[in-house]
């Protein structure tokens, strides 16, 4: 099933994103192919702006989560489409800062910056630090004075919402390698600490409650938790906090079982729930952040494979094996994430095989999915995987010393490439005698 609206199927019976024949694109760009909608993505930001503007009176602003995929030009995208950038090492903030990224619309997280990570968001006039830690808390102030500058932070809080999505990438729990606990107080503490150090203001809280969520409950219940705990820190500490990052995670169709809530739902309900808590507290309205990551991107983007070989065995299964898998879409490995699959050179065929996906790595479970119906495959079919615009390429490896696969964007009915395709050159590059 075809979701995404920047896919179709063309006269030839072949697989089109943006308007173009996938085929084409396979054979002049070559295959693993990475194929984003630059529409799309734009589209994806505005859903995320116009909401703002409709349900918040654009007293917010919407930050591209990077970690879902960052390169310059997706950064160069979100910053003409007035949006800010979350970045969550030095790599992303390099990458922003290179593509002109307004800094004071940079977002800093990560819950082990190193020292090296903050002198150079110091150094480049980063926006907000999401300060994750008491040792981080006392290392930014101390790096602060060393430079003569100022930081505006945020705490990364877990408020102890049990977001029902796979465990790996469930975040707002107590037991959270990120942030500082709300529950047992130290939330309060770690405020209490920062508002007695010279070099740092605290502005704000920042939550995120896990990723590919459906439920709009969660999101109001974590906006409400968030909202009382401002109050509680204007209560206790006398402190006006005056940002509320309510983080990403919501949710995008993979397959016919996930249906996601129209982003404009969330930003109605959260804020719905933002003005009612701020209002029994006695507080002014906050500015809102969120941070989408796999919602801009996630459903813009397609992977091209050609398929390789395809190894039946008899009463046990069928291989497929394509030139790509775990290096450029670690997913399967890591979550047993669900993909749609079809064959882009008969895209309209019917679907009466059933294939489980292998990769060409060096390793058993490299597969990309498991009990997959496809038309009747042969070697030389390209094999297109839906959906795969967030966290492949970011997540993707070297492993077995493949290179990484290109990268191309298409907009307005042309494409153009956005990432070079790795060269063995590139992968021995820093290798020293
Ligand atoms: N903000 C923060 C602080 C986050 O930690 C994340 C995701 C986001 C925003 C963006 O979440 P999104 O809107 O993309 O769901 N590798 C996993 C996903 C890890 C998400 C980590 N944090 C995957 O492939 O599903």
Do not use: W
Request: glycine letters at 10%; aromatic letters at 8%.
């Amino acid at each position: 099933m075809i979701t995404s609206t920047c896919l179709s199927i063309n006269e030839e019976n072949h697989l089109t994103i943006g308007g173009i024949d996938t085929t084409k694109l396979a054979a002049k760009y070559g295959t693993p192919l990475y194929v984003l909608d630059e529409d799309t993505i734009r589209a994806n930001c505005r859903l995320y702006t116009e909401s703002m503007n409709r349900f918040y009176d654009g007293n917010g602003l919407i930050l591209y989560a990077s970690k879902a995929l960052c390169n310059t030009a997706l950064c160069k995208i979100v910053a003409s489409e007035n949006m800010g950038v979350d970045v969550v090492s030095g790599g992303e903030l390099y990458t922003a800062h290179k593509a002109g990224v307004p800094m004071d619309k940079v977002y800093f997280h990560g819950n082990n910056k190193t020292a090296d990570e903050l002198e150079l968001a110091l150094s480049l006039g980063v926006g907000r630090f999401i300060v994750d830690n008491r040792d981080e808390l006392l290392l930014l102030n101390s790096l602060c004075e060393k430079m003569g500058k100022k930081a505006s932070i945020l705490f990364r809080v877990t408020p102890g919402i049990d977001a029902h999505t796979h465990d790996f990438i469930m975040t707002g729990q107590i037991d959270c390698k990120f942030g500082v606990v709300l529950e047992t107080g130290d939330a309060m503490d770690i405020i209490r600490l920062a508002s007695t150090l010279e070099n740092v203001t605290v502005v704000g809280v920042h939550c995120h409650i896990g990723s590919q969520i459906f439920d709009l409950d969660p999101f109001c219940e974590a906006a409400k938790v968030m909202v009382n705990f401002m109050g509680d820190v204007k209560d206790t500490l006398g402190l006006t906090l005056t940002e509320l990052n309510l983080g990403g995670g919501f949710g995008i169709c993979y397959t016919e079982a996930d249906d996601p809530i129209p982003y404009d739902k969330y930003m109605e309900a959260v804020s719905k729930v933002v003005k009612e808590t701020t209002a029994k507290r006695g507080l002014p309205l906050p500015k809102i952040l969120m941070e989408p990551g796999r919602s801009i991107v996630g459903s813009a983007g397609i992977t091209l494979y050609t398929v390789g070989s395809v190894k039946p065995i008899p009463d046990v299964r069928n291989y497929l094996a394509v030139d790509g898998g775990m290096g450029d879409n670690p997913r399967y490995m890591l979550y047993e994430a669900e993909y749609e699959f079809l064959l882009a050179n008969r895209a309209g065929d019917e679907k009466n095989e059933v294939y489980t996906i292998a990769g060409k790595c060096c390793e058993s479970g490299d597969l990309l999915g498991e009990h997959i119906a496809l038309p009747k495959a042969k070697p030389g079919d390209v094999l297109a995987v839906l959906a795969t615009g967030a966290y492949n390429y970011s997540m993707a490896s070297n492993y077995n010393r493949i290179p990484r696969p290109a990268m191309v964007m298409t907009s307005g009915g042309k494409e153009r490439v956005v990432v070079k395709r790795e060269t063995y050159e590139d992968v021995i590059k820093n290798d020293c005698e």
